[in-house]
């Protein structure tokens, strides 16, 4: 099963910039598409960006224009650069890979980063 392994999060103050890291393994990567999640305490998990193998980026409306997507499918990494970071953006962020028919995600759910944005 595909493995994810989440990195980059950390305290932040309202208007910062932080970038996430992501590793997978176990998946053809250069193919997969993957996503960036996050979970806010008592809500639920959110897709918030995801990008196809090719490069192609879709964002929730709340974080687009601040926060960019990529990938490097040689080195099986996917990031997120977070910008003009809002107390709201505060959660566990999470990648994974997503299954392009169900549009549902289908590794094991790494431990995720904690992004604080907070003053």
């Known amino acids: 099963q595909v493995q994810l392994v989440e990195s980059g999060g950390g305290l932040v103050q309202p208007g910062g910039s932080l970038r996430l890291s992501c590793a997978a393994s176990?998946?053809?990567?250069?193919?997969?598409?993957m996503g960036w999640y996050r979970q806010a305490p008592g809500k639920q998990r959110e897709l918030v960006a995801s990008?196809?193998?090719?490069?192609?980026?879709k964002y929730v409306d709340s974080v687009k224009g601040r926060f960019t997507i990529s990938r490097e499918n040689a080195k099986n990494m996917v990031y997120l650069q977070m910008n003009s970071l809002k107390p709201e953006d505060t959660a566990v962020y999470y990648c994974?890979?997503?299954?392009?028919?169900?549009?549902?995600?289908?590794?094991?759910w790494g431990q995720g980063t904690q992004v604080t944005v907070s003053s």
């Open positions: 994974n890979a997503i299954n392009p028919v169900s549009s549902l995600p289908f590794g094991s």
């Open positions: 990008i196809t193998g090719g490069g192609g980026p």
């Open positions: 176990r998946v053809v990567f250069r193919i997969t598409v």
